[in-house]
């Protein structure tokens, strides 16, 4: 390796190793915002159950539904919560995925492009506050990003085995992304005229994912193509940068096209999901980006390069130009959110007289009331004086406290609040009567006398019937007079079945990666 490519190398090395120290120094923020406590209510889940089932019994109880979210993440988080918590794993998971992304993106970029241009990647994507949010809120759907590169590199490499394995994995993480990156991967396969070795890849890997994809056909009703409405924010450098370099890759061919059959398969996304789409987006146009500036500096003299280097490191480590559409409706993820109650929900003696309806989304003729923002500080300086919006503060954890001391783990608890019934199954293992995963619909309206342990937020009125058995400043849980509890259903793959294939899959890879072709 010659000492410029060193140079690079050192560069991103550096960024890379920065991001991570900034972000163990900001240590408090995780786990970012709430998905995450959806995906630990699983897991913990699936660790009472003795391994994973395939009906949902910790929300909506007692009657519950059909589990459908594909079980990848939930089985690696009850790997890292051994011989801790499941509240450690899920920091551990909100804290590792956005490092995690940038690191194989840039391994795979230089060992397919070159340093040069993993280093112009690592550069535009590292600043990207909205890549970095999405990463540590949706984490399947932020697993499957930080593999894809490894996908298409063992590919490249001809590591079927390793390709295939991956590819599977990515399926069995996200139930939409997982065939995005099916569709993307198949894709290049074609375009990069391998359509034979990419069919057998793809092929092995669907092999590999039918016994879930058969569970969700057979609950296909259940589910709704329905999703959230969320603001969306433009990165101006990535999208401009990622664009030209576009233009240069598909003149290139070959292996300059992976970046872009990636996008391409993303862009159904923006009709249905746009704000996700415009963050998910960005590990693509990033390698884009790297690509162009690569091919710019090539085009130069070794002296402008050096300027070009260290102008870009000083610029995009510094702003982030960010245009954003925030919507009247929905909940924009860089902000802070009322940890209490929902609206609509009855208080009172309503708690126990009437049942719980679903949230309602307004309707699809409403137009929704939006406004443009513009953000120039990057990520380096977002996290400087980002305010932390854990819900792990002391009033939810004291609240937690109550709840543990003055019930059993399989008594069902109210709360007026999908997002903090998954809070408190994460944090207690209780069932609720509510839930988050909206897209899956449970077969009969939640009904809060279902419950025997109810958290109300201080103040309201709480029903006779109920025995007060401890408060915070923000909350208070009582009892009702009768134990109520859920049934937990027989776990169809045992846990140390599911430890068994994860190892299985890994040395797969590793073996598939270390051997040598004859």
């Known amino acids: 390796m010659n000492a410029v490519n ?87 998971t909100s804290f590792v995925m956005f490092p995690a992304s940038l690191g194989t993106m840039w391994w795979v970029s230089r060992g397919i492009y070159s340093p040069r241009t993993a280093f112009y990647s690592v550069l535009v994507l590292a600043p990207c506050y909205e890549y970095f949010n999405l990463q540590s809120v949706t984490s399947a759907a932020a697993l499957v990003l930080a593999a894809v590169p490894l996908l298409f590199y063992w590919f490249e490499k001809g590591k079927y085995v390793a390709a295939m394995v991956i590819l599977a994995g990515c399926l069995y993480t996200h139930i939409s992304m997982g065939p995005i990156v099916l569709c993307a991967f198949f894709l290049y396969s074609v375009v990069s005229k391998r359509t034979l070795a990419g069919a057998k890849i793809a092929g092995g890997s669907l092999l590999l994912y039918v016994p879930w994809l058969f569970h969700i056909v057979r609950n296909l009703s259940n589910l709704s193509a329905s999703s959230p409405n969320s603001s969306v924010f433009i990165l101006i450098v990535p999208w401009l940068l990622g664009i030209l370099g576009s233009i240069i890759s598909i003149k290139k061919k070959g292996e300059f096209l992976i970046p872009v059959c990636i996008l391409v398969c993303m862009v159904p996304m923006a009709f249905t999901y746009a704000g996700r789409f415009a963050g998910h987006a960005l590990l693509p146009l990033s390698m884009l980006s790297g690509i162009f500036m690569s091919h710019v500096e090539g085009l130069i ?218």
């Open 301 to 518: 003299s070794p002296r402008r390069r050096n300027v070009l280097v260290v102008t870009s490191l000083i610029v995009l480590s510094l702003a982030a130009p960010t245009v954003g559409i925030v919507g009247g409706r929905g909940v924009d993820r860089g902000m802070k959110v009322t940890r209490t109650t929902d609206p609509g929900i009855p208080s009172g003696e309503d708690i126990l007289r009437l049942s719980t309806q679903r949230e309602e989304r307004p309707p699809l003729n409403q137009k929704p009331s939006s406004r443009l923002t513009l953000r120039i500080p990057s990520l380096f300086l977002i996290l400087l004086r980002m305010p932390s919006d854990s819900y792990l503060n002391q009033e939810n954890l004291a609240m937690v406290q109550v709840i543990r001391r003055n019930s059993q783990e399989n008594e069902i608890v109210f709360i007026p609040s999908g997002i903090m019934g998954c809070f408190v199954t994460a944090t207690t293992g209780r069932p609720q009567t509510l839930g988050m995963w909206q897209e899956v619909a449970s077969d009969y309206q939640p009904d809060p006398t279902s419950a025997s342990v109810f958290v109300l937020p201080k103040g309201r009125r709480a029903p006779s019937q109920l025995i007060k058995v401890g408060d915070t400043e923000e909350w208070e849980v009582y009892r009702a007079p009768t134990k109520k509890t859920g049934d937990i259903p027989h776990a169809v793959i045992s846990t140390e079945l599911v430890y068994g294939i994860l190892a299985a899959a890994f040395v797969s890879i590793v073996y598939d990666i270390v051997r040598k072709k004859k």
């Open 6 to 92: 060193r140079g690079y190398d050192m560069l991103s090395g550096g960024i890379i190793a920065a991001t991570i120290v900034l972000l163990i120094a900001r240590w408090d923020i995780f786990p970012v915002f709430v998905d995450i406590y959806y995906h630990a209510s699983v897991a913990l889940s699936f660790e009472k159950a003795g391994g994973i089932v395939l009906w949902d019994f910790w929300e909506f109880a007692p009657l519950g539904r059909p589990h459908l979210y594909p079980p990848l993440l939930h089985g690696l988080m009850m790997v890292l919560s051994e011989g801790s918590t499941m509240v450690t794993a899920s920091r551990i």
